[in-house]
């Protein structure tokens, strides 16, 4: 009788037991699936906008597959928002085009008649390469994190600047960060190319700050040169406070 009692009562302890294990399992479960999306999201520097035709984009293959912002035309769509030439389109109304070529994508483009289009855009930086000694200068993953966003909108205003610098075409490696409460210095080297053929590499340095709605704002952007003269390009001066 006592080990048919015992028997009933780890039956019991463990029926009990199953809705608790069952709830931790699905929490964990449920934060492992949400928390990878949101950082590989960020990490990806992927975007999202709404576009009424005329787009205002013009479009190039990518080496490989895949179609790229070659330039934006002036007063169009796309010139009031966050794209920029090198932005490698990902996504149309939900139909993937990361892997299409420049045809698919203009058929598709074409075919759309309804308003706005929305477009799925990312930077095409991919995973930064920032050495074991950077890493160990931050304090935390939410500064990893925000020096990879200062490095991939400094980009961006390198982007913006193409009569200056050439295009950028990818980040090497970054080789110099840190974070003080909301400013992000990075340092990092970037190849640049004027005729899509010759490439050269540049010491880029930017300040970033972050606003109080949440965006990043690059305060200070300087491009030097590791060949020839050793030119650097001043592309952003941040202002004194005494200004």
Do not use: H
């Amino acid at each position: 009788q006592i080990l048919v009692i015992c028997v009933i009562f780890k039956f019991m302890s463990l029926w009990l037991l199953i809705p608790f294990l069952q709830g931790i399992f699905s929490f964990s479960q449920a934060s492992y699936n949400r928390v990878p999306q949101i950082t590989r999201r960020m990490a990806l520097g992927d975007f999202d906008v709404q576009l009424e035709k005329p787009l205002g984009i013009i479009l190039e293959e990518c080496d490989g597959s895949g179609v790229q912002v070659k330039e934006l035309v002036e007063g169009g769509a796309a010139a009031s928002t966050d794209i920029v030439p090198g932005d490698v389109l990902l996504q149309v109304n939900e139909v993937d085009v990361s892997k299409s070529d420049f045809d698919s994508v203009m058929d598709l483009l074409l075919s759309i008649e309804e308003t706005p289009i929305s477009l799925t855009l990312g930077d095409g930086l991919g995973q930064m390469d920032m050495p074991k000694n950077v890493i160990k200068l931050l304090k935390s993953t939410e500064d990893a994190f925000f020096v990879d966003g200062v490095v991939r909108q400094a980009v961006r205003e390198c982007r913006k600047r193409t009569s200056t610098m050439g295009d950028l075409l990818k980040v090497e490696v970054i080789f110099g960060a840190g974070v003080q409460g909301d400013r992000g210095q990075v340092r990092f080297f970037a190849i640049f190319s004027t005729d899509g053929v010759s490439t050269y590499s540049c010491n880029v340095s930017a300040t970033g700050v972050k606003q109080e709605d949440g965006t990043l704002q690059i305060v200070s952007l300087s491009c030097a040169k590791d060949e020839g003269l050793g030119q650097t390009f001043e592309l952003i001066r941040e202002e004194s406070e005494s200004q």
